[in-house]
Nanobody, 123 residues
Framework: QVQLVESGGGSVQAGGSLRLSCAASEYGGSFGCMAWFRQAPGKEREEVATMDRDRSTRYADSVKGRFTISRDNAKNSLYLQMNSLKSEDTGRYYC?????????????????WGQGTQVTVSS
């Protein structure tokens, strides 16, 4: 059974940076789309960034220019570099993966999820 484990969350001041990591229990190249989602209290889980097997990426408008997604299949890992953090970036961040390509899937189609890591940005 595939396991995804996130790390790197924490508390940071607005304007600061954090780097999230997601370790998969199997070879990263076996996945098509890998993604980061986040969920703030009282809100729906939203897509933050995705990266396909061909390294194509997609970002939510709210994080474009500030966040960078990357993956290292050899290390079975997915990353999210978050710069210029804002209070509205606060939430629980989840790593997700699917065998399918990003353009084929929506949030409901990601079959593998981590438990999440908390990010808190104070202003």
């Amino acid at each position: 059974q595939v396991q995804l484990v996130e790390s790197g969350g924490g508390s940071v001041q607005a304007g600061g940076s954090l780097r999230l990591s997601c370790a998969a229990s199997e070879y990263g190249g076996s996945f098509g789309c890998m993604a980061w989602f986040r969920q703030a209290p009282g809100k729906e889980r939203e897509e933050v960034a995705t990266m396909d097997r061909d390294r194509s990426t997609r970002y939510a408008d709210s994080v474009k220019g500030r966040f960078t997604i990357s993956r290292d299949n050899a290390k079975n890992s997915l990353y999210l570099q978050m710069n210029s953090l804002k209070s509205e970036d606060t939430g629980r961040y989840y790593c997700a993966a699917t065998r399918f390509a990003c353009y084929l899937v929506s949030r409901a189609n990601f079959g593998y999820w981590g438990q999440g890591t908390q990010v808190t940005v104070s202003s």
